[in-house]
Structure formats: C-alpha cells, structure tokens
C-alpha cells in the first residue's frame, strides 16, 4: 500500500517553532513503514528559519481572518509553505490513501482548506484524518473538514482494520520515529520515553489523548539518542510525566551520562516538580538539560487543589535548592505560570512572578486555551462550540477592552527574566 501522509499548515495569529515535530504522527508512520508499508511524507511546516537550540520562524502569508475572528486586531496567517509549494509537491503522487494529522482544534480551518485541495486533485482516494483535534471533536471534525474517515487515538484498531493491517499496541508504542525517513535535515529531535500522564489536572486533555503506559525499554532509547547524535545536538523530551518513574530516569540519564555524548536536552512539556531530588538535580545538569521548564500553573492553594494538587510552595523551595546545589546558576530554569485562564487574579499572577523571580527562576507564561474534555472546558462548553474561540492568543475569557493588563503582565515578566542575563 503507498500512504501520502500530510502534516497541515497552522492558521492562526502566531506560530514558532518551538520544537513542533508531529511526533505521534511520525511514530504511527515509521510503525506503518515496519509493517511494509509505502509512506511519502509532506511537511507543509517544513520550512522554518532556525534559530537558538533549533527553533525557528516559519515562513507565513496573511489571509483572511474568519468571521468570527474579525474584531482581533491582529493578522491572521498561513504558517508553512504556500498552497503553490504544495500543489507542485504534489504532482506525478499516486496514493491509495491520504493521510492527515491534526494538532490544536482552532487550527482545523487549515485542514478544511487541504482537504479541499486534495479532494479536486485525487477526487478517488480515500482521505483518513486523526490527531489531537480529530480525538477531543470527532464528530466536527466527520462534518466540518471533507475528510472520509476521521479515527481517534482511541479507536487505532479501526484505522489499522481499515488498512487491514495488524495493530500491535505495545510494539506501535514502543517505536521511536525514523526521521530520516521523513526529514533530509534536522535541526533537533524530538523523542518519548513514556505516553501519557497518570495525573488528571483539569485545564489538562492527555488522559483523553493518551493512557499512561509503562516506559520505553531504556535500551531502545539510548540507541535512538546515540544513532540521532551523530546528526543533530538538540534532544526534545515529549514526555508528560518525564520524571514520574524516578528509578527509570536515574538509570537512563546515568547512561546516557556515561556515553559523554555532546548534546542537549530540552522540556517543553514541563518536568514534575514534586519527583525532582538532588540526584536527579544532579544528573539533569550532567547531561546538560538546559532551562528545564517544570509544571505549576498557579501558586493558588485552592486552584492547586482543583487542578491537580502536584506541587505546593515547599516544593517549589525545596526543588530551586536542589537545582542550585546541583549548578543551575540564577536564570537557569523556568516555572510555566497560566495566563488567561477564568476568573484569573492579574495582581495575584504579578506576585507570583515575582516570587518566583525572587528563587532565581525564569517564569514562562503559558497562554490559557480552553481545550474539550476538560473538566475547565464543560463548565463553558455551550459558549465554546466553535473550536476557533479555543484560540489562546485571543484570551477569549478576559474583557476585550482590557487585553492591555494582560500585556503589561507579558511584559513584566520578560522585563523580569531578562535581568538574569545582564
């Protein structure tokens, strides 16, 4: 069977690259290659302008904003390469099938436009889309983007039934993708030691995404990592629970110590603050984890409490003097903060930056995006039926009047950090 297999544009009023391979959607392709399958690969993100540690600028155009984005007063853009681009890539193709991934549920209009094309360019194929936006809107996904077959990431066996392929669970999962396969050139790369998170915060969907499964056996891992060093220095952790299994961590981050391989490891997805001991603090220096992110979202009690309970004050001053001990200098790790969220305090948000500057730490502010199946997202599910309002860049919860105290706290912020670097 020959798959052509698309990663879509991103519409929307900002896009970075910060490091946004569509992993499970490599690993289901590279998974589909073992099993004798044809895959040509497009990456309508593919060309980006690299800049520090791989991250880079995507090429972008303007176009029109959708009705009920008018009042934004910011461009709305195609991010990726142009509908001309793609069209000549897709010339002289022949698939059997098409295959789409899906990422944030307020970039689907994207989707809608691609399909649109391959429809009048292979008017007989079948077109299959998953991913994130396919899982948690199925249902608008079958009546919103032309596609034929929309499957969840928790119906796999039907997308390997239609393909009529054997679906082994753990062996899909326990893939790591083959990038050279889909990417002549690679800036960093992006890999998985778990799926899943065992915890269940309420502003959070991976539970819906992902079940929590047992780890990667570390020596599929360390192969990955050593094979991929040869090509790139930049290692992106994907994990939600990275440091949940601490035994498993220690034993993987000592031998991948041991190796003396110059590389660096990233965590956009945040670290668990309350599983981080000093040997751990350690070890993440050793192996050159730079500016880890560890997980907050508030220093709130009672919203700490509703959202999860993970980590409280005493951990975070406990965690900094670890890191400290360990040789992370001022400015050298980062707490995520959400701004945006229902009912947020901005005052309570400035003290709490300021807190947390006072440790050391660099604060990152995590826009809010209310995201479905969510325990946050019912309580405005009826006001949030169109996915495009699930948008985090138009803080859809916060008086449109006053979106300039939530760039003074912005501002604040990064006024903040950057006095680490002088």
Known sequence: MMILAINPWIYDFAAYDFWLKPYGFLVLLSYLQKKGVEVDYIDCLKQVIPGKFGRGKYQSQIIQKPQILKSIPRYFKRYGITPEQLKIQLQNKNPQLILITSSMTYWYPAIVDLTKMLKKLFPS???????????????????????????????????????NIDYEPYELFSTLPKYENFYSDLNYVVLRTSWGCPFSCSYCAIKK???????????????????????????????????????????FLNK??????????????????????QELAYLLKKTNFINPHFGLE??????????????????????????KNA????????????????????????????????????VSLAE???????????????SLKEP????????????????????EIKNYARKLNKKFSN
């Open 125 to 163: 194929i079948l077109i299959v889309l998953g991913g994130t936006y396919a899982t948690l809107l199925p249902q608008h996904a079958q009546e919103t983007t032309f596609s034929d077959f929309v499957f969840t990431n928790y119906s796999l066996k039907d997308f390997f039934k239609l393909l």
């Open 327 to 362: 040789g992370y200098k001022d400015g050298e790790f980062s707490f995520y903060l959400l701004l945006g969220y229902p009912q947020q305090n901005l005052e309570e948000l400035k003290k709490e930056i300021e807190f947390l500057h006072s440790l050391g730490a660099k």
């Open 368 to 382: 809010f995006s209310p995201v479905p199946e969510t325990e946050i997202f019912q309580k405005y599910k009826e």
């Open 256 to 277: 991948i110590a041991s190796l003396n391989l110059n590389i660096n490891f990233h965590t956009p997805n945040a670290l668990h603050l309350r599983f981080l001991d």
């Open 209 to 251: 995404l992902a079940t929590y499964s047992i780890r990667i056996p570390i020596k599929i891992v360390l192969d990955f990592v050593i094979e991929y060093s040869k090509k790139t220095k930049d290692f992106v952790l994907y994990d939600d629970a990275f440091l949940y299994e601490q035994d498993y961590v220690k034993k």
């Open 388 to 407: 495009l309002l699930h948008n985090n860049s138009i803080f859809y919860f916060f008086d449109q009047n006053k979106l300039s105290d939530l760039w």
């Open 298 to 323: 508030t220093l709130n009690p009672l919203l700490q409490k509703t959202w999860g309970d993970k980590v409280n004050q005493t951990d975070i001053i406990r965690a900094v003097k670890f890191l």
